[in-house]
Every structure is written in structure tokens, then in C-alpha cells.
């Protein structure tokens, strides 16, 4: 029999649970919906009947149980803040619940985090890298940070939160990365500017509904084409250009790993965000030999990520030694 490790990916539409092996193989996997509109204690059911479902049943041990969540949330504790998709969820200890209800170690960690320890395990960035930055660009901006080979969590695990970069535009108006180029904010700026006169095709994409419209509509009518929605795109690339220069002045990693459902975008997101990354840093020195690439591990870079906290216990060890045994 092999030690075990049970996965939990816990989103604001599904909650999906996983059985993997020490060397991060899926061995069993499964999920449901959260339908977090019925409230915090039927979630935890779920979630721990997934748990259930997957545990193994041969009677292997099971080193642990790994969760990737919404942050912010502090990974010390394994307690859930606030989490924006997940309403009424404040202050929630998620890993002392499953830890009393399995008698079982327990890491919590956010999606961004443990986006980054997987690719760095098993992913894009796979290898001799010991300096990373994981920039997750969706319905929000959130990143992972890995610098001399160790997940950069901070005094209470809240880190790293690059969404959160404070921007000024004309006027003094203050606004933040994640409220100025996500996808919420791009379909927000198309409704303003549909609705102020402007033609766009995205109008024939919800039928005239503009209630409709989200990022995703927004990036699908720029691959159409569509003047209006190629310039929020570009926008919304340059923004998040800007946002990555800031993290490499502050943590100049070897490689930039861009992921979520907006970089699915390619060279619309890409171009513009390379273009400000050249324009805005303080050197060549720090985007020359950089890699930026995408992902490579798909929807499963959260259930990875989560086992692969089992494995470094919560981040806090220095990840190249579990590469190595995952090599061996």
C-alpha cells in the first residue's frame, strides 16, 4: 500500500476532491456544485462528503489533506477571511473543521499560491527555477510568489496579493489592478461605453441584453475582431504589464507563469502586457532573460497545487526538496 493524499478545490461554482499519490498522480477524482447561495454549513457538508468519497479504502495512509481556496486566507491558521465568492464566509476555520472530522493534518492555501507550487512541481515551471511569479488574470488578479526556492506567504499568509496594487489615474482617482483590468471591469467598461453610443459587436453576442455581457463575451468579440472590445483587451493587457513590472522589480524572478481565464486571450492579453513590461521597467536588466509564458497544467494546476501543500507542509519548506523526490 502507498501513502495517500487527499485534494480539495474549493471554487465558488464547484468543489472538486481528488486521491493522488506522493509523486502528484491522480489516482480518484470527483466534485459537485458549491451552491454556496445555501449557506456556509451546507458547503462543509459537501465538502466533506467529496473528502469521504475519495479517501482511500485499501487502508493506506493518508499524509494529509490539501485545499486550495478563495483568499485572502491565512494558511497559518488554515482560516478562511473573506472570500468574494463565497457570501457569508468570514473568518471561517476550514482547516480546523476537516482536521477535527478526519483526525488528519490539514494545509490550507489560495488559488494563487498553490497555482504556483504546482507549476512549479509539475508544471511550466518544472525544472531549476528557485525564483517565481504565477499571475492568475480571470474574474480577479491574484498571484503566487516563490523566491529562493520558498512560497512567499508573509506574517499572517497574506501575501502576495497583486490584485491589490493601488493605481492613480487622471484627476487623482484611485483605483486597484484587479478593479481596472479583470474580467468583471472589462464587461463593466463595455456596458459604459455600448450604452454612451458606442457600436460593438458584443451587443449581437448577448441579443441586445447588455446585462449579459462578461469578460469572457468581451474577449470572444476581440478574437471577432471588434474595435471596441480590442482596445479594453489592450488595456486590460497593458494594466496587468504594469502590475507584473512591479513584482519584478520587487522580486526579480527567473520566469512569469500568466494564467486564468482571461490570458486564454493569447496575444491580445500577451502582446500589450509584454509591451508595457518593456516600456516600464527600470532596466532591461529585468525582463531580458525572463521567461513569460503560460500554464501547462489546466484546471488540475488547483487539486495539484493543493496535494503538493501536503507535501511541503503548507509552503513553508523549501519546495526544491520535494522536486526532488518527486524526480526520483
Do not use: C
Amino acid at each position: 500500500m502507498n501513502d495517500i493524499i487527499i485534494s480539495i478545490d474549493l471554487g465558488g461554482t464547484r468543489i472538486r476532491a481528488a486521491r493522488f499519490n506522493t509523486h502528484l498522480h491522480i489516482l480518484e477524482r470527483t466534485e459537485t456544485l458549491t451552491l454556496a447561495h445555501e449557506g456556509q454549513a451546507a458547503v462543509l457538508e459537501r465538502i466533506k462528503g467529496l473528502v469521504r468519497e475519495v479517501m482511500p479504502a485499501d487502508g493506506s495512509k493518508v499524509l494529509g489533506i490539501g485545499i486550495s481556496a478563495p483568499g485572502p486566507l491565512n494558511p497559518q491558521t488554515g482560516v478562511i477571511v473573506a472570500p468574494p465568492n463565497l457570501n457569508g464566509w468570514h473568518n471561517v476555520p476550514l482547516g480546523g473543521i476537516l482536521r477535527e472530522a478526519f483526525d488528519l493534518p490539514v494545509y490550507v492555501g489560495n488559488d494563487a499560491n498553490v497555482a504556483a507550487l504546482a507549476e512549479y512541481l509539475r508544471g511550466a515551471a518544472k525544472g531549476n527555477y528557485r525564483h517565481i511569479v504565477y499571475v492568475t488574470h480571470s474574474t480577479g488578479i491574484g498571484s503566487g510568489i516563490i523566491t529562493e526556492g520558498k512560497l512567499l506567504l508573509g506574517r499572517d499568509g497574506l501575501a502576495a496579493e497583486v490584485g491589490h496594487i493601488p493605481l492613480v489615474f487622471d484627476q487623482g482617482r484611485i483605483s486597484t489592478l484587479e478593479n481596472e483590468a479583470a474580467g468583471p471591469d472589462m464587461a463593466a467598461q463595455a456596458v459604459k461605453r455600448i450604452q454612451a453610443g458606442e457600436t460593438s459587436a458584443i451587443v449581437d453576442l448577448v441579443d441586445g441584453d447588455l446585462s449579459r455581457v462578461t469578460g469572457s463575451i468581451v474577449g470572444h468579440a476581440a478574437q471577432q475582431g471588434d474595435p471596441l472590445a480590442l482596445e479594453i483587451v489592450r488595456r486590460s493587457g497593458m494594466l496587468l504589464g504594469l502590475g507584473i513590472v512591479t513584482l519584478l522589480h520587487l522580486f526579480n524572478p527567473e520566469i512569469v507563469i500568466v494564467g486564468g481565464g482571461v490570458s486564454t486571450l493569447g496575444d491580445l492579453i500577451f502582446t500589450p502586457m509584454k509591451e508595457a513590461i518593456e516600456r516600464y521597467a527600470h532596466d532591461p536588466a529585468y525582463y531580458q532573460d525572463l521567461v513569460i509564458t503560460h500554464p501547462t497544467l489546466g484546471e488540475d494546476v488547483s487539486l495539484v497545487g493543493a496535494a503538493a501543500l501536503v507535501l511541503t507542509q503548507g509552503g513553508g519548506m523549501d519546495i526544491t526538496a520535494a522536486a526532488q523526490k518527486l524526480a526520483l
